[in-house]
């Protein structure tokens, strides 16, 4: 997870990995997995604007939505829609902003550049 600080500078939350799924048959073949993993943040982390994500496996795989519970019990949605392709073969991490502040970025363009050139 990712929070924007006062400074304007990003702050990562501790690194979390998708473990055993849920896994749901459609028609045509098509397979939809829920994973469900627990990321800690210390309690002053703030609330997760963004979150970055990086797949180390073979295959790309695609990422519908995420929704990150805070300990308060707010639910912070994210609408992805996007291939997720091997860190092999992109050599960067995906960097996804929540739906509530995607509106808020055309103003704090520096500091979205800056985090990018920090995390590559």
């Not at 924007?4 to 500078?9: F, L």
């Not at 509106?103 to 520096?110: A, D, G, K, Y």
Request: glycine letters at 4%; aromatic letters at 14%; a positive charge.
């Amino acid at each position: 997870m990712l929070h924007w600080t006062e400074t304007g500078k990003g702050k990562l939350s501790e690194k979390a990995y998708f473990k055993q799924g849920e896994s749901m048959k459609h028609s045509h073949d098509a397979q939809t997995t829920i994973y469900k993993i627990k990321i800690h943040a210390d309690s002053n982390f703030g609330t997760p604007s963004a979150f970055v994500i990086q797949n180390k496996y073979k295959k790309k795989f695609f990422l519908q939505s995420a929704s990150i519970e805070t300990s308060s019990n707010r639910i912070i949605h994210y609408d992805i829609n996007s291939w997720i392709y091997p860190i092999k073969k992109t050599k960067s991490d995906r960097l996804f902003f929540s739906n509530r502040v995607c509106f808020i970025l055309f103003s704090h363009p520096v500091n979205l550049v800056d985090h990018i050139s920090d995390t590559t």
